[in-house]
Every structure is written in structure tokens, then in C-alpha cells.
């Protein structure tokens, strides 16, 4: 029995935050220094103006206020981090489907994909390129309805095999009668680790880091 559960992406709210109160800091300990400096160079004769010193009191405290809101913004976020950490552990073991074209290829696991089309596809022609973008594999495989699976297990032509890595398939589909049927691809494999880096979650699928974001299905097969 085969069971499907959708997965809602993670937020990278925490690096946003983060970066704010990067700046609110800055902003805070610039405006001192500027007021500082000020009162220290005023003129004795002719001191700073009440309404205008109360006025920049003001917005001192102000930016003062806002860091404090963005420390405590970035606090929850924080937790909210570890706990989509926490939840996506649940997911190790788990065969995910990933809205992507590339997928890892390591010595123990094939590069995997799943395709779709708009009808049964008779044939399919892959080509399948490395990180620099060089095609390292064409092949001519035979389809198997209007959804399937395709695996390249790193064989070269020359009789070798391909590194580890991160590899994309371009695949075209045609029907019993050589029409063109256009497929849509999605990576597919089993989640190995999770990883949580400024906020976002990201999944170890054979041998290469995925965002969560990206995670469109999950299957758990049984019996």
C-alpha cells in the first residue's frame, strides 16, 4: 500500500530578521554617535534647542524600541526554525518527489526521476547533463504508460561510470505513433538527513541538499 502526504514549505523568515536587526543595530549605534558628537560640539553660547533635543530623544528611543522588537522577532523565529527541524526529521526514510529536473547520483543510488505526460508515452529519449552543464549520458528508453519512472545508474559510454554528484535530465516523449508527448519531471529518492541553515530546511537526497521548498510529495510504501 502506497500512501501520499503534501508537505507545506518552511519559512526563511529568520534571515530577514535577522538582516533587520543587522541594520536597526547599525542605525542605533550610528544616531548615537551622530547626537553625541552633536552635544559635545554645540555651541556654549548657543545651546541645542529644547524642542529640537526632545525631538531626537524621541527618535532615539524609537530605534531603540524596534531593535528590541526585532531581537524578540528573531527569538520566535528561532524556535519556529527548530521546530520545523524537528518535524522534518519525521521525513527521514521517507521517498520524496521533488520539484526539480536534477537529482543525486552517489555509488550506492541511481539518479532517479519520475515523469508525467498528457498521454501513454511509448518512448522516451534522455539526455542527462553534470553541474557544468556537459552531457554526459544520451539514451532511448521505453515508456511505460502516461506516468513513470527512469534511473541512470552513471554508465558512460565509454564503459565508465560517472562521479557523485548532482546530475539534470532533459527528457522527451513520444507516442506509439512518434508524436510528440512533452513530460514533466520531478526528481524522486529517499530522504537520508535533514539540515536546518538560516531558517530554511533543507532534505539530504542521494548525496545532495534539497529545500524543503521544493518537496511536492512523500511516499511511504507498506506491505
Known amino acids: 500500500m502506497t500512501t501520499t502526504t503534501s508537505v507545506a514549505a518552511p ?20 544616531f548615537l554617535k551622530l547626537l553625541t558628537t552633536q552635544m559635545q560640539n ?23 524600541q524596534t531593535i528590541k ?6 527569538d520566535i523565529l528561532s524556535q519556529l526554525s527548530t521546530q520545523n527541524l524537528a518535524q522534518a526529521s519525521s521525513l527521514i526514510g521517507r521517498e520524496a518527489v521533488v520539484d526539480s529536473a536534477v537529482s543525486g547520483l552517489t555509488a550506492a543510488t541511481p539518479a532517479q526521476w519520475s515523469y508525467t505526460g498528457s498521454r501513454d508515452v511509448a518512448s522516451i529519449e534522455m539526455s542527462i547533463t553534470n553541474s557544468s552543464g556537459k552531457v554526459v549520458s544520451k539514451q532511448t528508453v521505453s515508456g511505460d504508460g502516461a506516468k513513470g519512472r527512469l534511473t541512470w545508474d552513471g554508465a558512460l559510454a565509454d564503459g565508465s561510470k560517472a562521479a557523485a554528484g548532482a546530475y539534470t535530465l532533459s527528457a522527451t516523449g513520444s507516442d506509439s505513433s512518434g508524436v510528440n508527448v512533452p513530460l514533466t519531471i520531478a526528481a524522486t ?34 506491505g
Open 11 to 30: 519559512t526563511t523568515a529568520a534571515a530577514t530578521a535577522a538582516a533587520a536587526l543587522s541594520k536597526n543595530t547599525s542605525d542605533y549605534t550610528m
Open 42 to 64: 554645540q555651541d556654549p553660547l548657543k545651546p541645542m534647542d529644547s524642542t529640537e533635543y526632545t525631538s531626537q530623544l524621541a527618535q532615539f528611543s524609537q530605534v531603540e
Open 69 to 74: 522588537q526585532t531581537t524578540a522577532l528573531s
Open 189 to 222: 529518492g529517499k530522504v537520508a538527513t535533514v539540515e536546518s541553515v538560516s531558517g530554511a530546511v533543507t532534505l539530504g537526497i542521494n548525496g545532495i541538499e534539497v529545500p524543503l521548498a521544493k518537496l511536492v510529495r512523500l511516499a511511504d510504501t507498506a
